[in-house]
């Protein structure tokens, strides 16, 4: 069932109003209709289990701000249960925490793989963690950070930190968006890749929210086209998972998986 069938559900004018007012203070412009009722479907999105994390990238507002946001979502109903702000390098990730730990519990065991875009080889190259022991231990360290959190009461926005001075942070979030198939590359050769003029496919994943209003985007990740074929069971895991959570919930609908093929002079991660 839709957001628009429930009559309990505050109005999209009221989602969109939430956004503005608490993500617009002071001189900062708040995000477009169009903007805040998308943030509203991602967070939804979250809470419902069926992403993860949601980076927070609609314009410069800190962790207090989301906070005070969410914060409002609850005071209107739209939200049942308190979420939680983990800020990391200066970006705000939007987390139900046993969520996140349960997921990342499940990447330990071997659920993703990661493709290996250093700079130094010719090409793309599938690694496990097992090869990436100190990926292995950051994630622990999250898992860690995230099951020690206070709190209480339940319904609060809470907001932490952790310091990321030496971590791989494209690697890192997209283990924490839930990409089946994240890149990762060596640091000390820099951020440069071995992904231009490499055929990528790109696999989007689209839910319906609001009558009248776009698709929620719930993922957005590329793998290369070459290595498909070896990658094919983790996507497949990966989709069926996906569609099984959707199940469990009502509030959205239509879930629709699409991928392209783009090739791209330059890939920034």
């Avoid at 927070?56 to 939680?84: I, K, M, P, R, V």
Wanted: aromatic share 6%.
């Amino acid at each position: 069932m839709l957001l628009t069938d429930l009559m309990s559900t505050p109005s999209p004018q009221l989602l969109v109003a939430a956004a503005q007012q608490t993500l617009g203070m002071g001189k900062r412009r708040g995000p477009p209709r169009a903007v805040c009722l998308h943030l509203a479907g991602e967070v939804l999105a979250v809470a419902r289990g069926l992403k993860p994390t949601l980076l927070y990238d609609c314009n410069s507002a800190g962790a207090s701000e989301l906070q005070s946001y969410l914060q409002e979502l609850l005071g209107l109903g739209f939200l049942t249960e308190g979420l939680h702000i983990l800020e990391i390098d200066g970006n705000s990730l939007i987390v139900r925490p046993e969520h996140v730990c349960q997921y990342l519990e499940q990447v330990l065991l071997g659920t993703i793989v990661f493709v290996d875009v250093s700079s130094s080889q010719p090409h793309p190259s599938i690694c496990s963690l097992d090869q990436l022991q100190d990926l292995k231990s950051l994630i622990g360290e999250i898992i860690t950070h995230l099951q020690g959190l206070q709190r209480d009461p339940p319904l609060a926005v809470s907001c932490s930190r952790l310091h990321s001075s030496d971590w791989n942070l494209c690697t890192v979030f997209g283990i924490l968006l839930g990409y089946p198939v994240p890149y990762t590359f060596h640091l000390n050769q820099g951020d440069d890749n071995c992904l231009a003029l490499t055929p990528l496919r790109v696999f989007t994943a689209q839910i319906s929210w609001l009558l009248s209003q776009p698709p929620v985007l719930l993922y957005s990740f590329s793998v290369p086209e070459s290595l498909l074929p070896a990658l094919r069971d983790i996507l497949n895991t990966w989709e069926k998972d996906l569609r099984a959570r959707c199940r469990t919930q009502d509030d959205f609908a239509d879930l629709n998986i699409s991928s392209e093929i783009v090739t791209l002079p330059v890939v920034a991660l």
